[in-house]
C-alpha cells in the first residue's frame, strides 16, 4: 500500500500481475472514513473511532517491500495459493505448513483437546 493520494486514500500495490489475475476485483485504491452513525453512537458511549494512522500504514508497506525483495513474499504467497487450492491435509504431516497458516489467520477457536 502507498501513503497517501488524497486524505485517507491509499494506493493498492501488489507484487505483480499474477495477484490481479486470481484475484480481478481486487481494488487498486482504498479510501477509509468513518460511517457518521457508528462515530456518533460510539461518541455517546465516550469512545472515539479513528482512521489508521498514516505513518503505521507507510511502516506496513515498507516491510512488504523488504519482505518482497528479501523472497520471504515468495514463500507466503506459495502458502496463500496452497491453501486455496489444497482441500484435504496430508496424512503424513506434509501439509502442516498450510494448515498452520489457516490457523493463524482464522478466528475461529479450535478445540484440540477432544
Known sequence: MQVNINANTYKIVVGG????????????????SKDPVIAAEAAKQGKHLSL???????????CSRVAHLSG???????VF????????LA???????????YLSLSNTVVDVSA
Open 17 to 32: 500481475d499474477v495477484y490481479r489475475d486470481i484475484h480481478p476485483d481486487l481494488l487498486s485504491h482504498v479510501t477509509f
Open 52 to 62: 489508521p494512522n498514516p505513518y503505521i500504514l507507510a511502516m506496513r508497506a515498507v
Open 72 to 78: 520471504a513474499a515468495e514463500q507466503a504467497n506459495k
Open 81 to 88: 495459493q496452497d491453501m486455496e487450492t489444497t482441500s484435504v
Open 91 to 101: 496424512e503424513d504431516g506434509s501439509s502442516n505448513e498450510i494448515f498452520s497458516t
